[in-house]
């Protein structure tokens, strides 16, 4: 069964202090691995997709990475409209995804 | 560009009564929707998928349904909420490709009572 780790469950950092969240997993054949925002009471919006080892994709403060068994997602000197909930997921050899129970994310100015 | 609908955003309903919920996508054709939904502080869980009308696959056994009486439309349904259906329900859609992304819709929040 695939399995979804994230860490720490919360974050708290103020305006302009960089760190990484961490997303383990534990699949049978990747196919991608996808990080999503989401606000509170809003549906997951779509932020990456990587696909093998070694990809790197980057957007504004944002930047993901993958290995083989764990993806980082690194903000870079955050803003107060960067705290969400962020969340990870792997897609094994079907359609489905599979979903870490988030990280929720907490920048004050 | 491709739009994602749900409604309705926010239902209160007493235990034993019926539940209806509406997806629809616009801008795409044939493609694969699903049904999450999302208790506090868990992840998502997959309830049900869709690759064409009338195909619908269950993840979860449940007191719950689901139904694609148009290429662009999924509906969940219940014949009798339990208290433990309260949660966030989510619909996405994806181009049924493989790799291809998950895109969500805003979701309903339901309350059983």
């Known amino acids: 069964e695939d399995q979804v780790t994230q860490s720490p469950e919360a974050l708290r950092l103020q305006e302009g202090e960089s760190s990484s969240l961490n997303c383990s997993y534990t699949?049978?054949?990747?196919?991608?691995l996808f990080w999503y925002r989401q606000d509170p009471g809003k549906g997951p919006e779509f932020l990456f997709t990587?696909?093998?080892a070694g990809e790197e994709k980057e957007k504004e403060r944002l930047k993901a990475t993958l290995t083989k068994k764990e993806s980082f997602l690194h903000i870079t000197a955050p803003k107060p409209e960067d705290s969400a909930t962020y969340l990870c997921?792997?897609?094994?050899?079907?359609?489905?995804?599979?979903f870490g129970a988030g990280t929720t994310v907490t920048v004050r100015a | 560009s491709q739009t994602i609908h749900q409604w309705p955003a926010t239902l209160v309903q007493p235990v034993g009564s019926p539940l209806s919920l509406e997806c629809t996508v616009e801008?795409?054709?044939?493609?694969?929707l699903y049904w999450y939904r999302q208790a506090a502080g868990r992840g998502l869980q997959l309830l049900f998928y869709?690759?064409?009308?009338?195909?619908i696959s269950s993840e979860v056994p449940q007191n719950l349904s689901a139904s694609r009486p148009q290429d662009r439309q999924f509906i969940l349904s219940s014949k009798k909420l339990l208290l433990s259906d309260s949660g966030f329900y989510l619909c996405?859609?994806?181009?049924?490709?493989?790799?291809?992304?998950?895109?969500f819709g805003p979701g309903t929040r339901l309350l059983v009572l």
């Open positions: 699949v049978s054949g990747l196919r991608g």
């Open positions: 996405a859609w994806s181009t049924g490709q493989s790799q291809e992304t998950q895109y």
């Open positions: 990587l696909y093998s």
């Open positions: 801008g795409t054709s044939n493609p694969n």
């Open positions: 869709s690759v064409g009308i009338g195909q």
């Open positions: 997921a792997v897609q094994a050899n079907d359609y489905k995804l599979s």
